[in-house]
């Protein structure tokens, strides 16, 4: 698949979300972190988890770095649980919905930040992704903070 800015997404994105949305619960992927490829040509897998603790995928995301070291943009895809009171049990895997989420961090250079930003639409269109959080910063994305956007408020 190709989008826009001329980065394509490899099949292996395709395969690792499929593997999340309907793989065997006991492999199944918690989440999915991608990047675009060093050479600026197509998104890829960067790395699936089974981690059920959110801190885990919050350290992996604010970790990531470019070629040289900086702070680097990624997208993930995050299969959120969640309480919600009396209504129970929320799988937003199960309502075919999932997290989607840009990481922005403010310091990682501009040029690739711009790569993200022109390719992110085709990249949540490919996956029929509606509920998503832009973050620049790890506050935006605490807990509360991403259920009350997943939950519509409700949270």
Known sequence: ????????????????????????????????????????????????????????FLQKL???????????????IYDMEYDLGSEGKRHWLRSKKTVFVHWGPCHAPIKLCMLYASSMQQFKRAFDLNTSVYADGLEELEWAVVLKEVSGGQA
């Open 62 to 76: 604010s970790a990531a770095v470019d070629k040289d070291g900086n702070p680097a943009p990624r997208y993930a």
């Open 1 to 56: 698949m190709s989008n826009p800015s001329g980065i394509s997404i490899a099949d292996e994105c395709i395969s690792a979300f499929n593997q999340l949305r309907s793989g065997p619960e006991a492999i199944r992927p918690k989440f999915i972190i991608y990047k675009i490829s060093d050479d600026n040509k197509s998104i890829v897998v960067e790395e699936t988890s089974t981690a059920k603790d959110y801190e885990v």
